[in-house]
């Protein structure tokens, strides 16, 4: 395309075959606010309309540009009159300044000035949207002086006139000019806005223009998409039949028309193809990518788009099966319009779920997969449509546009579709377009699916990973526990860390945090495995050591694959002691209550389990009420390229922070460690952290009482007694009972199975109350179904109905049987 001249060189016409023209006149800048008022009034629309500034700023504008109309293509004294038909492409300058249009327009117009005669006008406007004031670009010229440059201009000037495009500089003292400039290729597509600076810096500072011109190439005011104008269609139709009359051959432009038209047409639509395909899909999060398709078709080559998928799609779900029917539920959502705000927000909001029934344009595109294309939507059809939507009208919005129905398909499933609506004042859609439509919703189609995979292969893995990890009571007997738990960043959102607490036999309670070493679905499935082995070993109350080393036996059992790293840590609250074992895991945190001070408990490292032939030793360490046990992943402390020293400091650190609760413990820890890294420049972390927060509350003396009964009928009385006596000092009279009739049934057991060495009865006082029994039978009771004349089988159904919840577990010396009753509330 041949630009225009440099500032302030002459109109000039190159000769030769193809040859194009540039030149500038004085072009006339008008900026109209969203109340009609002007805004801007350059010195160009001072010349013009004889109006200056001063004056022109803050009045209406349909004061100071009062257009009459445009000249009818019949009136032979006009000058250029196959232009005087560019009114073909929409109304008069007057539904621009009123408000009434919202897409790019332009003409041609008469218009009175003061002390001057009636003056012929080029006029463009250009709606403007954003957050500023600023409604309307208008841009006017004197024909007449266009006419004054080139006095041998004729039919070939005018088809010249109609590939006239005004451009404007990058630099302006009015509000908005930046954002214009900006926006300037979306009115020239094919000028970059470097280009355009370099041409224009002079128009909205001088009022001149750069008027362009090309015999082989147009740049369009308005969107007509490669199909030609009237004027330009009528004058060829002209010179062939005056061809065909004289008997000789059609001009060559005639008989090329079809192929140029077609090329142009073509051209066009890969650019607009390519502009779309670039700006949609640029993330893999699918609301995102609901967005950007609706906006990226809005207002080129529509002015409303309503994106409507199907409920599966939404729900993050796996790909929705078979062809859509009256009963499919549709959400519309994403609604794009160029319309003033708020207007189709109550009657289609976005996030309606509806059915489509089978008379409709709708149910036609999402049963075939085809596109289908209304030309004009009569009455008749927009109240069909309208019966969809109860108790609102949606008729005025629809009625008399052109409608355009593209399916959102993938591997042949329609996924959605978008309803496309062109104003009823702009060119209606046809069947060129009805093929863009297609080829763009095949591409919307690809990238809405590829989001949705995404979506839901990442739903599935959160879903795998919540169901492995354990939801953990915030209080267990003795101790209080918080857990935090971060998905990776890093191939995926699946990782193998994990966090446990086991309720163990005399109050105790395990905690355990592990690591397999790894990312994805195979360490997510390697923890599962893992975390439930650690569950069934911790119920035979093995120590911490021996625990481990079995765990390590289990994994190489497995396979070669399975490592993973691994702290168990057994809190006894009434003894005040923790008994720790390590398997190549980070040290825990343990925060004195006394002074508030941290530490790294020092623990003899070990091997991760799954390496084999490394011994696992325990560290018994004593604590005191209100100490806390912080206990993670490196996930936390380690990020690469930095010392997981510094990450370890900086969990002390946080770590001995007073808090409110424990969840808020937590929070500080994370952030804590979050904000060390990225001060440092490291970037986030991109492996996934488990923590968990233990406070050692212990239990106090006074809430525990134990007895030592030995092996006679009669030591079954003495329970009964002594716990109802201690039950009455407590102030829980009202489960006294039952409580000594559980007593006596497990008393009853361990008189009549254990060995030599006494019974050992024991009630805990907490947040509930808990009863224990220790012998040296290494059996565990069962519930057994007692018939009618059976003289035993029926004390663990009692147990089993009465108590709040009841269990056993072997020890080294015997067993632990136990049941648990809800306190009042005192």
């Known amino acids: ?178 954002d214009l400039a900006r926006r300037l290729p979306e009115i020239l597509p094919s000028m970059s806005v470097g280009e355009s600076a370099r041409i224009v810096a002079q128009v909205l500072e001088l009022g001149y223009p750069v008027l362009e011109f090309s015999q082989n190439d147009r740049v369009p005011v308005t969107p007509d998409w490669g199909v030609p104008r009237r004027a330009e269609r009528k004058a060829r139709q002209e010179r062939a039949a005056a061809a065909a009359r004289s008997g000789e051959p059609p001009p060559q432009d005639v008989e090329d028309e079809g192929e140029d038209l077609e090329y142009v047409a073509v051209r066009e639509r890969l650019e607009f193809l390519n502009e779309v395909s670039g700006r949609i899909g640029t993330s893999l999060d699918l609301s995102r990518t609901i967005v950007e398709v609706s906006r990226a078709v809005v207002p080129r080559f529509t002015d409303v788009a309503g994106t409507y998928l199907r409920e599966q799609v939404v729900a993050g779900e796996g790909f929705p099966d078979g062809v859509p029917d009256t009963t499919t539920m549709w959400h519309r959502v994403a609604v794009e319009h160029t319309d003033e705000p708020g207007r189709w927000d109550d009657v289609v909001p976005v996030g309606e779920a509806m059915p489509f029934p089978a008379h409709t344009p709708f149910f036609q595109c999402m049963t075939t997969g085809d596109p289908v294309l209304v030309p004009r939507i009569s009455e008749q059809m927009g109240h069909t449509i309208a019966a969809q939507f109860e108790k609102r009208d949606i008729r005025p919005l629809i009625t008399g546009r052109s409608m355009l129905v593209v399916p959102l398909k993938a591997r042949n499933v329609v996924l959605g579709f978008m309803i496309l609506l062109r104003h009823p004042e702009r060119v209606e859609f046809n069947d060129m377009d009805r093929v863009t439509g297609a080829e763009l919703a095949a591409r919307a189609g690809l990238v809405l699916d590829n989001a949705r995979m995404y979506t839901y292969q990442e739903s599935v893995a959160e879903t795998l990973q919540e169901s492995m990890l354990p939801h953990i009571a915030p209080r267990m007997s003795g101790c209080d526990i918080a857990t935090r738990y971060l998905p990776g960043t890093l191939l995926g959102r699946v990782g193998g860390d994990w966090f446990d607490s086991v309720k163990l ?191 050692l509350n212990g239990i106090e003396p006074d809430d525990v009482a134990q007895w030592r009964i030995g092996h006679g009928p009669q030591e079954v009385g003495r329970a009964r007694a002594a716990v109802r006596e201690q039950l009455h000092e407590w102030g829980f009279n009202s489960v006294a009972d039952t409580a000594e009739l559980l007593v006596s049934e497990l008393v009853t057991n361990a008189v009549r199975h254990s060995h030599s060495r006494p019974i050992d009865l024991r009630l805990v006082r907490g947040e509930t109350l808990l009863c224990e029994v220790d012998d040296d039978d290494h059996d565990l009771p069962t519930l057994l179904s007692a018939g009618r004349f059976d003289e035993f089988g029926r004390g663990m159904r009692v147990v089993s109905t009465l108590a709040r919840e009841w269990g056993s577990s072997r020890t080294n010396s015997g067993k632990t049987v136990w049941f648990e009753l809800t306190l009042p509330r005192r």
């Not at 650690?534 to 399975?562: I, K």
């Not at 993670?632 to 946080?654: K, M, P």
Request: charged share 20%.
């Open 505 to 695: 036999p005399g109050s105790r309670t395990a905690l355990v945090v592990g690591d397999v070493m790894g990312h994805g679905l195979n360490s997510a499935a390697m923890m599962g495995q893992l975390r439930t082995a650690v569950q069934t070993m911790a119920a035979l109350d093995l120590p911490p050591a021996q625990l481990l080393r079995n765990l390590d036996d289990l994994a190489q059992r497995l396979g070669e694959h399975y490592l993973a790293t691994c702290l168990y840590a057994v809190y006894d609250p009434i003894a005040s002691e923790l008994e720790i074992a390590n398997a190549g895991h980070i040290p825990p945190v343990l925060v004195r209550a006394e002074d508030g001070r941290s530490e790294l408990l020092e623990l003899p490292t070990g091997a991760p389990v799954g390496v084999g032939g490394v011994p696992f030793e325990s560290v018994r360490v004593r604590v005191a009420p209100g100490d806390r046990l912080v206990m993670c992943t490196d996930g936390l402390v380690e990020v690469r390229g930095e010392d997981i020293g510094v990450g370890l400091a900086t969990l002390c650190e946080s770590a001995a922070h007073p808090a409110a609760s424990m969840d808020d413990a937590c929070d500080t820890i994370i952030r804590a460690l979050a904000a060390t890294f990225s001060s440092a420049g490291r970037g986030g972390r991109k492996d996934d952290v488990a923590l968990l927060m233990a406070r």
């Open 1 to 178: 395309m041949d630009r225009g001249t440099e500032r302030g060189a002459p109109f000039h016409r190159a000769a030769g075959d193809g040859a194009s023209a540039a030149g500038r006149i004085p072009l006339a800048v008008v900026v109209v606010d969203r109340e009609g008022l002007v805004s801007h009034w350059s010195r160009g629309a001072r010349r013009l309309f004889g109006t200056a500034r001063e004056e022109a700023v803050g009045r209406p504008v349909v004061d100071l540009l009062p257009v009459s109309g445009a000249l009818p293509e019949d009136d032979e004294s006009a000058p250029y009159g196959a232009y005087a038909a560019y009114d073909g492409l929409g109304p008069d300058l007057e539904s621009s300044l009123d408000g009434r249009l919202f897409y790019p327009a332009a003409g041609r117009a008469r218009l009175t000035a003061a002390d001057s005669d009636r003056i012929d006008v080029l006029w463009w406007a250009y709606p403007l949207v954003g957050p500023g004031a600023e409604r309307l670009l208008v841009l006017a010229a004197d024909a007449g002086a266009l006419r004054q440059e080139d006095p041998g201009a004729g039919a070939g000037a005018s088809t010249a006139m109609e590939r006239i495009a005004p451009g404007f500089a990058l630099h302006t003292d009015f509000p908005g000019a930046e």
